[in-house]
């Protein structure tokens, strides 16, 4: 049978996900999304990359942080190296410094090709994958995957958390650590801020946030969307 994982916000910590991998009996048949921001703020982005980029069957999906670091490192603009650096992106350079010229130019075709969203179906229920999150309009939501904007994608945030609208169907995203969703998510119900208090993943309104704080060594989560059991490493700190 076929296993289908979402898992979000690696932030650099390869053995948080080799043992997350272990945790989940990981084997060829099953199928992982990563909804970007395996690099920065941890220490092992660019061997995470790489990793992923081999794999047959895990598909990763531009996050804000990889953005940064391909804008750092083809534009001339200073203000993007500024903001990447201020963002945790210090280990991520020094790493991706030492690779071969190779080995960095693939590097950098690798992110330039990552995808923003999908839409897939598991068990009969469909998803909206994603980095942040989305523009919920009035009148549109079905039209909403066809629509997505690149800002909106990677940096969404209190717009998309609170918007009355509800979709058909389930919108799953990271970007945003669920302890903070604290802070931003005013329509979480109750039960809800308790999990997001404990860096778990939440779900209300047609929305599951995964984002558990491994930026900031908390937990790393991953849901499985067969049956939707939760899975979770602590950050080790």
Request: charged residues 25%.
């Amino acid at each position: 049978m076929e296993n289908i994982y979402v898992i979000s916000d690696l932030h650099g910590h390869k053995n948080a996900f080799f043992s997350m991998l272990e945790k989940i009996n990981w084997n060829e048949n099953d199928r992982m999304y990563i909804l970007g921001d395996v690099i920065d703020r941890g220490p092992d982005g660019i061997e995470l990359l790489k990793y992923i980029k081999e794999q047959k069957n895990m598909k990763l999906f531009l996050g804000n942080h990889e953005d940064m670091m391909m804008k750092s490192l083809t534009t001339s603009a200073d203000m993007w190296m500024g903001t990447w650096m201020f963002n945790g992106g210090d280990a991520t350079l020094s790493a991706y410094e030492k690779l071969s010229r190779q080995e960095q130019e693939e590097c950098l075709s690798y992110i330039k090709s990552l995808p923003l969203y999908e839409m897939i179906e598991v068990e009969g229920v469909s998803y909206l994958l994603i980095h942040a999150g989305v523009k919920m309009e009035d009148g549109s939501i079905e039209e909403i995957p066809k629509v997505v904007e690149e800002e909106d994608a990677l940096w969404i945030r209190e717009e998309f958390f609170n918007s009355h609208i509800i979709s058909s169907y389930y919108i799953i995203f990271g970007h945003t650590p669920t302890g903070a969703m604290l802070r931003y998510a005013d329509s979480l119900p109750e039960e809800q801020r308790k999990r997001c208090s404990q860096f778990q993943i939440a779900f209300w309104n047609h929305r599951i946030a995964i984002d558990c704080g491994a930026a900031y060594e908390e937990n790393l989560g991953c849901l499985r969307l067969n049956d939707l059991k939760e899975f979770y490493v602590e950050i080790k700190k």
